[in-house]
C-alpha cells in the first residue's frame, strides 16, 4: 500500500482565517490505528503550573496552532519538503492535570511513550519547559540517552524552586540526576542575564555541557557555531528544546521570563536548520504566553520555528 502523506489545507481550498485551528492546517488524527501511519506528530502540551513568574503557556499550543496558518509546504530556503517524504499530522494535546504538578508528569510521560511506541517523532507544542522532563523520560525508554541542543536564556539547572524539585527552572539538572541526557553531547545556547551566584552556568559545564552565552553570539552569524555543535552531539540520537525566550523580547515579548540581550530570529533558524544532519528523535517549542503576546509575534515565530524542525528531521526529502 502506498506511504500516506498528508499535506496542509492550502489558502486557495480555505481562507487562512476560516477552518478549524491545527498546527499547519493539518489533519487532526486521534485513531490509534490512524496514527501508526504517521512519522511525525505535533502536540500539544498546554501546561503553565511549573512557571515561575508570569503565567500563560497553557494556552501556547492553541495560539502557535492559530498563527501557523501562514506556513506553506515547501521551504524555499533550504528546499526541505517535509510533506512529500514524511506522514506529518497534529495529534492533538495531552490532556494535562492543571491542579497537581506530579499527575501532571505522569500524564505527559504516560502519552509521549504511547506516541514512541507508535513510532511517531513528536514535535511538542508548549507548554512551560517543564514538560521536557516527562517527555525526556518517555525518550530514553525507546532511545537510551539523548544528546541535547537546548536554546534558552536560562541553563535551567536549579536544584529546586520554592523547594519543589520539578518545576520549569529544575528541568536539565533533573534530567542529568535521571541519567537521562549523554552529557557530553549537550549544548545549551543562548544563556545571560544575571545569577544568583558566580557559579549558576558553570554546573553545566562541570556536566560536559558546552555553554554559549548569548554575548559569543552577538553580532555575527551562528552557522561556524552549528558546525561545532554537530560535531559534539553528533553520533547518536539527540533531542532539540527550544526556549522562546532564547531570543530577545523584542522579537518574542510573549514569555514568562523575558531577558534582554537575546538571540535573533535569524540566529534563530540558523540554530535549527544547522541541526540538519543530526538522528533527531524529537524536539519541543516551550514558554509561549499568549496573554504577553499582544501582536500574535511570538506565537507566529514559535509556529515558524516549529515548522523549521520539521524541515532538519531525518529523511526529509531536499528539492
Known amino acids: 500500500m502506498d506511504k500516506i502523506l498528508h499535506q496542509p489545507l492550502g489558502g486557495n481550498e480555505m481562507p487562512r482565517f476560516g477552518g478549524i485551528a491545527t498546527m499547519m492546517r493539518l489533519p487532526h488524527i486521534q485513531k490509534t490505528e490512524e496514527k501508526r501511519q504517521l512519522d511525525v506528530g505535533f502536540v500539544g502540551v498546554p501546561l503553565d503550573i511549573g512557571t515561575s513568574l508570569r503565567s500563560g503557556t497553557r494556552f501556547g499550543p ?40 506530579a499527575e501532571a508528569i505522569r500524564i505527559i510521560e504516560d502519552a509521549y511513550d504511547e506516541i514512541l511506541e507508535l513510532g511517531i517523532i513528536p514535535l511538542t507544542l508548549g507548554g512551560d519547559h517543564t514538560i521536557t522532563l516527562p517527555i525526556l523520560r518517555a525518550i530514553k525508554k ?57 557559579e549558576d552556568f558553570n554546573w553545566s559545564r562541570k556536566q560536559g555541557f558546552r555553554v554559549v552565552q548569548a554575548e559569543e553570539c552577538w553580532h555575527k552569524s551562528l552557522a ?92 526529509v526529502t531536499h528539492k
Request: with cysteine; net charge negative; glycine share 12%.
Open 62 to 101: 492553541r495560539e502557535i496552532r492559530a498563527q501557523s496558518v501562514m506556513i506553506r509546504p515547501y521551504n524555499m530556503a533550504t528546499g526541505a519538503a517535509p510533506f512529500d517524504s514524511l506522514n506529518v499530522a497534529d495529534i492533538g494535546d495531552v490532556p494535562i492535570n492543571t491542579f497537581n504538578m
Open 142 to 198: 525507546k532511545h537510551g540517552k539523548v544528546g541535547l541542543v537546548h536554546i534558552d536564556a536560562h541553563a535551567d539547572v536549579n536544584d529546586h524552586m520554592f523547594g519543589e524539585k520539578i518545576a520549569h527552572g529544575t528541568t536539565f539538572r533533573r534530567a542529568v540526576e535521571e541519567d537521562l541526557l549523554d552529557c557530553d553531547r549537550v549544548v545549551q545556547i543562548g544563556l545571560r542575564a544575571q545569577g544568583y551566584t558566580a
Open 224 to 315: 561556524p557555531l552549528m558546525a561545532e555543535v554537530r560535531e559534539k552531539v553528533g553520533g547518536g540520537p539527540v533531542y532539540l528544546s527550544f526556549d522562546i525566550d532564547g531570543i530577545d523580547p523584542a522579537w518574542a515579548p510573549g514569555t514568562g521570563t523575558p531577558e534582554i540581550g537575546g538571540l535573533t530570529t535569524i540566529q534563530a533558524m540558523e540554530i535549527i536548520r544547522g541541526c540538519q544532519g543530526l538522528q533527531l528523535v524529537g524536539g519541543d517549542l516551550v514558554e509561549v504566553s499568549p496573554p504577553y503576546d499582544t501582536t500574535g509575534n511570538t506565537s507566529l515565530l514559535g509556529a515558524n520555528l516549529l515548522y523549521e524542525m520539521l524541515c532538519v528531521l531525518p529523511g
